[in-house]
């Protein structure tokens, strides 16, 4: 089975811009979510998703957002970009009902 | 929020040193997780554990479930400079009713040294 795939592995952005960034999660995984991770930071919950739906949110402003289409592929969209959006993004999928999350390789967003 | 506290932050051990680190909640868990991060790259699982007193190894690592369902405790014997990197706890807590998501720990930096 192929594991979870973050598109880009790399974005630099401008402060003002906004972003999208994808995941395909795991064949059959159908709960996807996402974190920010700033450096010397941990996992800072973002959102997650299931059957198209938004079930969980963290402590993020409005602008970062997402969703999930019928097929389980999540996007995660970061309008007016700020410097502190600069991170790693990193998703995770698995199994209704489970616990056990695998991580793709994340998306370094770097703002200018 | 529920909350992860791990320990330690950090450390620095020489290689051939056995490791431990652990993670405490607020509330009672039902699943907990322990996962390896290397740098610039997504956490990868490493061990599972789902009951209360539940000790299971992956080679080298060695983590239990905690009797009192709050905490847990990941061991790493004989490190190796591979070792290093960011280890975070995981879990999801008893049903309170309602979808529960997994909380993460604040996870604990390992550096070994040659």
């Known amino acids: 089975k192929a594991g979870v795939t973050q598109t880009p592995r790399y974005l630099i952005k401008t402060r003002g811009q906004q972003v999208t960034l994808s995941c395909s999660p795991i064949?059959?995984?159908?709960?996807v979510s996402w974190y920010q991770q700033t450096p010397g930071q941990g996992l800072q919950f973002l959102f997650e998703?299931?059957?198209?739906?938004?079930?969980n949110k963290g402590n993020f402003p409005g602008r970062f957002s997402g969703r999930q289409f019928s097929n389980s592929r999540s996007e995660m969209n970061v309008s007016t970009l700020e410097l502190g959006d600069s991170a790693l993004y990193l998703c995770a999928s698995k199994e209704l009902g489970n616990t056990e999350a695998f991580f793709g390789q994340g998306t370094r967003l770097t703002v200018v | 929020g529920q909350q992860l506290n791990q320990s330690p932050q950090s450390m620095f051990i020489q290689e051939g040193e056995d490791v431990s680190m652990n993670c405490t909640s607020s509330s009672i868990f039902n699943t907990w997780l322990w996962y390896k991060q290397d740098p610039g790259e997504g956490p990868v699982l490493l061990i599972a554990l789902y009951k209360a007193g539940e000790l299971t190894s992956n080679g080298r690592l060695t983590a239990q479930f905690g009797i009192t369902r709050k905490d847990s405790f990941l061991n790493i014997s004989a490190s190796i400079p591979s070792d290093v990197g960011i280890y975070f706890c995981?879990?999801?807590?008893?049903?309170?009713?309602?979808?529960?998501?997994?909380?993460f720990g604040t996870g604990t930096k390992l550096q070994v040294i040659p």
């Open positions: 064949s059959g995984h159908r709960s």
């Open positions: 998703y299931f059957s198209e739906t938004q079930r």
């Open positions: 995981a879990g999801r807590p008893m049903n309170s009713g309602g979808y529960q998501k997994v909380t």
